[in-house]
């Protein structure tokens, strides 16, 4: 090959291989020119690489080390400058951003936090992420009929009636107003069923969960030992957020009648003479008459006259009423058995007839 080419030039005129010298130095100088270019327009751009500021970002940079599932806070992040092309896609740029946030991996200290190690979406953080902050879930038992048929899902609102069942009436209250659903029978929103092609719906619903505030739970626990709950779902756009209490009764057409009390009646007052009081006061006191022993009647009998009798009756003889009414013993009467003449003992010289008659002698 090489051995033609030689041949080939040995047949050429002097002035061929003149220009073809000519043409090869022409190629020469073109490629060198070309190749110097190239070089002098790389340090250039070196140079000015080089004289340019480099661009830095601030960042959130972990200050010491954070297992999983810790919730972030201040202390444990600072902000560092980065250059630009280092910094990592999704990098935090600001603390508020994180502060409270559940991280989602570990992280050590100087790295820097991106969006794929933190859970910036609260429902990543599983159930307890839907729950308000300053709220807590409780749950009811309801069924079908209390649960709106199952059309109530995870994240709507409703209101919550309690019912009230007596002996011949029932009662019915708006007890809640504006409540969370978070979840319906475990399910927060994704074991969802569509009946009769239309809205969608949860299959047997037998446990409903809210999101109170703990006196609102408390009057919700207190109100299931009562009577009954029932859901009432509200519209996307509800005209008002609350309605003012409202409470209905209804009375069952067995109940008995109500006992109505009699009318008074009017009565003309009669009118009454005030009694006389007679004052109290005490009495006086008037002492015991002084009797006189009484005198023995007896009569002498001398044949058929009565020659002595003695016809005189004891007198009695009141003392004198001392002036204030003063109390004054009793006199002591004597006994009759000691005034008496006793009748064993008869007169001298007369005969006993009876007990008080003597009768002279030979008399009958």
Do not use: H, W
């Not at 936090?113 to 309801?142: H, M, N, Y």
């Not at 009230?164 to 475990?186: P, W």
């Not at 008995?256 to 006191?285: C, M």
């Amino acid at each position: 090959m090489f051995q033609k080419i030689i041949n080939k030039l040995n047949d050429l005129r002097p002035r061929q291989l003149l220009g073809l010298a000519g043409l090869a130095a022409m190629l020469m100088f073109v490629t060198i020119y070309i190749g110097m270019s190239f070089l002098v327009n790389e340090e250039v751009i070196e140079k000015a690489e080089e004289e340019k500021p480099v661009e830095k970002i601030a960042v959130v940079v972990a200050k010491v080390n954070i297992p999983p599932r810790t919730r972030i806070q201040d202390t444990m992040l600072q902000m560092k400058e980065f250059p630009s092309d280092m910094v990592p896609e999704g990098a935090i740029t600001n603390f508020d951003d994180v502060l409270n946030v559940q991280i989602k991996v570990s992280i050590f200290a100087g790295d820097i936090l991106t969006i794929q190690k933190v859970f910036t979406d609260k429902s990543a953080e599983g159930f307890i992420g839907t729950i308000p902050p300053e709220c807590r879930a409780v749950s009811i038992s309801i069924n079908d009929i209390t649960g709106v048929a199952g059309f109530a899902k995870p994240g709507d609102f409703v209101d919550l009636i309690l019912t009230e069942k007596g002996d011949y009436a029932a009662t019915s209250n708006i007890l809640l107003q504006n409540v969370l659903l978070l979840s319906i029978n475990q399910d927060m929103g994704n074991n969802m069923i569509d009946t009769n092609g239309g809205g969608q719906a949860i299959s047997n619903p037998t446990i409903a969960t809210f999101a109170l505030r703990p006196a609102e739970i408390l009057k919700l626990i207190s109100a299931t030992k009562i009577g009954e709950i029932y859901m009432s779902l509200r519209p996307a756009d509800p005209q008002s957020a609350y309605v003012g209490e409202m409470e209905y009764t209804i009375e069952s057409i067995t109940a008995p009648p109500p006992k109505q009390e009699p009318e008074p009646v009017y009565r003309e007052p009669v009118y009454q003479e005030p009694a006389t009081v007679i004052p109290d006061t005490p009495l006086p006191v008037l002492p015991a008459p002084t009797l006189t022993p009484p005198v023995p009647k007896i009569e002498i009998i001398q044949g058929d006259e009565i020659v002595q009798e003695a016809d005189e009756e004891p007198q009695v003889v009141m003392p004198n009423v001392p002036a204030g009414g003063a109390d004054v013993p009793l006199p002591v009467i004597p006994s009759r058995s000691e005034s008496m003449p006793r009748a064993s003992q008869p007169l001298a010289g007369a005969p006993f007839v009876g007990s008080n008659v003597i009768r002279p002698p030979g008399g009958n």
